[in-house]
């Protein structure tokens, strides 16, 4: 039965013009709004706030797996702080590389399945981030900080449309439908880019907390990853017919 989607020509494919990437400008209204919100949060912590303000802020609002098993009384942050860590950072590196990586995929996306739905699958994959990686580290009282594992739900996302965009438009979006597995295992381009995500997630996040180097939280990347490869048919807007 034809289901309305088309097989992948891998020469098809390699002949494609590269992938630009967006000028800000041009990027999709709640992922500006996202990129300031991040980026002026920060600011406010470097700059407004004194050590021991900023030290309150990521208490409070930072992912601790230690506030809900070591025998804390659950409050407010501890509803909120499963998402507002993602509007956290480490450092000017730690901020800038999520940024960019949210302008690149988050766009396109946004551009895709509107405002509303996009809002609902960065809460979706950032909470399926803080999610795996509770459930590996239960008792670390290190705080959680940064927008990784919801930027690299855009990622799984965006592997489902095999990179595909649509520039027709002038607000470049993600094109065709949500490809079925087996067809996203025949595009070369995607499966060199899921192993090459894995590889280096494990590589780098192993490799990380030695040396006085922070710890990179490589789990919440996967967990915020599965989530958008797997679920992003459900955030998705249906074709009319």
């Known amino acids: 039965m034809d289901d309305g989607t088309k097989p992948i020509d891998a020469e098809t494919e390699d002949r494609q013009e590269p992938r630009r990437r967006e000028p800000i400008f041009n990027l999709a209204a709640v992922v500006?709004?996202?990129?300031?919100?991040?980026i002026a949060i920060h600011l406010v912590r470097a700059f407004v706030l004194?050590?021991?303000e900023d030290l309150l802020v990521v208490v409070r609002f930072a992912f601790l797996p230690l506030r809900y098993t070591g025998g804390y009384p659950l409050d407010v942050y501890a509803l909120v702080s499963p998402f507002t860590y993602a509007f956290?950072?480490?450092?000017?590196?730690?901020?800038?590389?999520?940024m960019i990586w949210l302008a690149a995929f988050g766009s396109p996306l946004a551009n895709r399945i509107g405002t509303v739905r996009f809002l609902l699958l960065w809460g979706a994959t950032a909470l399926a981030a803080v999610f795996l990686h509770f459930l590996l580290h239960?008792?670390?009282?290190?705080p959680l900080v940064g927008a990784s594992g919801a930027v690299s739900g855009m990622m799984g996302a965006a592997?489902?449309?095999?990179?595909?965009?649509?520039?027709?438009a002038g607000r470049p979006g993600f094109?065709?439908?949500?490809?079925?597995l087996s067809l996203v295992l025949r595009s070369r381009m995607t499966v060199v880019f899921l192993a090459v995500w894995f590889a280096v997630n494990l590589?780098?996040?192993?490799?990380?907390g030695t040396g006085g180097a922070p710890r990179i939280a490589w789990e919440a990347h996967i967990g915020g990853f599965l989530v958008g490869f797997f679920a992003i048919g459900l955030f998705d807007r249906r074709a009319v017919g």
């Open 88 to 98: 956290l950072h480490g450092g000017v590196a730690h901020l800038a590389v999520n």
């Open 203 to 208: 590589i780098v996040g192993l490799g990380s």
């Open 175 to 180: 094109l065709g439908p949500v490809l079925p």
């Open 138 to 142: 239960p008792y670390d009282a290190a």
């Open 32 to 38: 500006t709004a996202l990129i300031g919100i991040c």
């Open 50 to 52: 004194t050590q021991q």
């Open 159 to 168: 592997a489902r449309f095999a990179f595909r965009i649509d520039r027709s």
